[in-house]
């Protein structure tokens, strides 16, 4: 059996490895397994790769394998499970960017696709500017997550969409001409920075709600990069994992949008609050409710039953264990304690889960939005821990605000409400929530984490 | 050959659109990260064209770029996955397993 054929045969044991977990991947019970089986079969393509007759520059090839370990493995062991989603756009990315890359390398190496076949110059060219998107795309989602670049989105208005329509016919521009037989070193590096500044300036005016979909987004079109690059390789493990990951990726961010009422065309064309609606200012010159720790602690001592509704700013203070210890100290005194999470809370479907499950909370005291909703007519105190935009009634009620049409908590129905929140300013999607200015509703400022500890003291003072 | 590749690019979208039929909101990113490190197979793209000949001094640097963004896509998308799936506890085994899992997270 000649060697190519194992090579093709050990591909087809590493489709079928994908296929097998991804399906896992889609189930509770089975994700942990599916992952793994997914990484074996990245094993055997790669082992399969490395088989290919006459391969050689066998010291590149371990240098770069030596740096991607010695950077991807601590990042990912290290990582705060809070700052989990911009690490996703930043593996996204760097895919894309290795697409972009080697689609620059054939091109040198091919003099400008000369006398290569006129699908491996499209292919190539396809995954170069779809790589290069992906990559600044991602590295600005990255930016805005980590907060070094402002989280609320920043467009140029008007002139938005005719500019990114340029950029894009620039791409396509460059590429025209490189398969008309162009082979201008500037010809390739124009079409990467087209592109570049094009991922740049699609994602820059997203607001961070939108965030989790615009990642998936872009790691839909990394998969699709990856499998032009498959095509121009003649390589069939890159076209059909790329591929696999390009329709998968597709339908998440479908899914993904759904959960928010949000249509993908709508999160591209520019973000929320981009109008600046008439809405924000209309409630300036109302007052909030302040409370203290002890007032908090005695409300909540004497109900019957508790929601907690967490949201970025527990993450970002790491308060899911002082909020745990706070819950099973009123469970001790008779209080039921909920949990409701909403399929966005935090910055990524899934966050707000995956925090607390680490804070040792009975999975079973996590309720979904449809579950938890009708309960809140019945809960007597609803305490908020960072979290904004998915409890705004201006969601249900008002038709101009951004955020409009988007499913929340209604937390505005339970008896009172107590929101922990650092200080006045607007959440996420940059718009002022009325449920502060709420009669029931009192404030209590701060950080989460001492907040939700002060609480806990004078619970255990009672 | 292209023909071929065609129907294989076409038939293996089909089954990506097919795998993910309903997804419980609470798995929307553990299968992200997940479908995120199987495009780190950009890696094989990386591996074949630095294997099968690269000349230049620039195009060798950007290849090892490459393959290094390929090895920590692929690498950093598992290990992160796996991360995220490992704080999920199934409904019903809470209390015993616990402790386990917490070693093996170490």
Known sequence: MSRDVVIQLLYIVAFALFIYGLMGLTGPRTAVRGNWIAAAGMGVAVVATLLTPGMGNWWLILLGVAIGTAVGVPSAKQVKMTAMPQMVALFNGVGGGAVALIAWVEFRESHGFDGSPAHVAVASLFSAIVGSISFWGSLVAYGKLQEVITGRPVGIGRLQQPLNLVLLLASIAFAVVIIGGGDAQLLIIGLLVASAVLGVMVVLPIGGADMPVVISLLNALTGLSAAAMGLALDNTALIVAGMIVGASGTILTNLMAKAMNRSIPAIVAGGFGGGGSGTTQATGDQTVRRTSASDAAIQMAFANQVIIVPGYGMAVAQAQHAVREMAELLESRGVSVYYAIHPVAGRMPGHMNVLLAEADVPYERLKEMDDINREFARTDVAMVIGANDVTNPAARTDQDSPIYGMPILNVDESRSVIVLKRGMAPGFAGVDNALYFDPKTTMLFGDAKASVADVTEELKAL | ?106
């Open chain 2, 1 to 106: 050959m292209l023909v071929q590749n065609l129907a294989i690019l076409v038939l293996a979208g089909f089954v990506g659109f097919a795998v993910i039929s309903k997804v419980p909101n609470t798995l929307h990113t553990p299968l992200m990260s997940g479908t995120n490190a199987i495009h780190g197979i950009v890696l094989l793209g990386g591996l074949i064209v630095a294997g099968l000949g690269a000349e230049g001094v620039l195009d060798k640097i950007l290849l090892v770029i490459a393959i290094a963004f390929g090895t920590i896509n692929v690498i950093g998308g598992f290990l992160v996955t796996d991360r995220m799936l490992s704080m999920f506890k199934a409904p019903g085994r809470a209390g015993g397993s616990k402790t386990n899992q917490k070693k093996e997270q170490r």
